[in-house]
T-cell receptor
Framework: EPEVTQTPSHQVTQMGQEVILRCVPI?????FYWYRQILGQKVEFLVS????????KSEIFDDQFSVERPDGSNFTLKIRSTKLEDSAMYFC??????????FGNGTRLTVT | SQQGEEDPQALSIQEGENATMNCSYK?????LQWYRQNSGRGLVHLIL?????REKHSGRLRVTLDTSKKSSSLLITASRAADTASYFC????????????FGTGTRLKVLA
């Protein structure tokens, strides 16, 4: 069964550094999402992406964050100048129709 | 905030018993979905119920939706140890575009 793939599984970075989290969505999917989850708690919406542009973004998704679909297969989340509070699990999801969402297994980001 | 709130936050039952989880939300919705998350993994879609539906079944899952009370329940019948996971509801606002807001989750533990 096709699945969403996220790399790396764990990323450690120093405060102030930039990180890029990578996702390969399911190939025929058109809608893409990023979520984050802090310490196994609530799952927070960051951004949705459709037709090569952002559809919705949350208050969390400020100028520090950006998304890109650099080619036909990858979907990336860039976090500039990371802060300690950015430490979380970041989940990518994709869908053929707007729903249901298919999630990857996440990237654990640790900012030290 | 549209965010759903599940209750209870944690639930521990014996194998074979039924597990009921509730979700409340705040805004008008197009649909409500339930997802499951095993520890350290991504979320997996379980079932979707539309705003004009009141009840839906899928295998051992039964979902109800009461739009007048802005609440939903997920019933897992004849629970198994493998059902141990966190369960989240997710809502799509009528005003949002491709924005699915997850609740705080219920951690279910099924004891063998």
């Amino acid at each position: 069964e096709p699945e969403v793939t996220q790399t790396p599984s764990h990323q450690v970075t120093q405060m102030g550094q930039e990180v890029i989290l990578r996702c390969v969505p399911i190939s025929n999917h058109l809608y893409f999402y990023w979520y984050r989850q802090i310490l196994g708690q609530k799952v927070e919406f960051l951004v949705s992406f459709y037709n090569n542009e952002i559809s919705e973004k949350s208050e969390i998704f400020d100028d520090q964050f950006s998304v890109e679909r650099p080619d036909g297969s990858n979907f990336t989340l860039k976090i500039r100048s990371t802060k300690l509070e950015d430490s979380a699990m970041y989940f990518c999801a994709s869908s053929e129709a707007p729903t249901p969402l298919h999630f990857g297994n996440g990237t654990r980001l640790t900012v030290t | 905030s549209q965010q759903g709130e599940e209750d209870p936050q944690a639930l521990s039952i014996q194998e074979g018993e039924n597990a009921t989880m509730n979700c409340s939300y705040k805004t008008s919705i197009n649909n409500l979905q339930w997802y499951r998350q095993n520890s350290g993994r991504g979320l997996v879609h379980l079932i979707l119920i539309r705003s004009n539906e009141r009840e839906k079944h899928s295998g051992r899952l039964r979902v109800t939706l009461d739009t007048s009370k802005k609440s939903s329940s997920l019933l897992i019948t004849a629970s198994r140890a493998a059902d141990t996971a966190s369960y989240f509801c997710a809502t799509e606002s009528t005003s949002g575009t491709y924005k699915y807001i997850f609740g705080t989750g219920t951690r279910l533990k099924v004891l063998a």
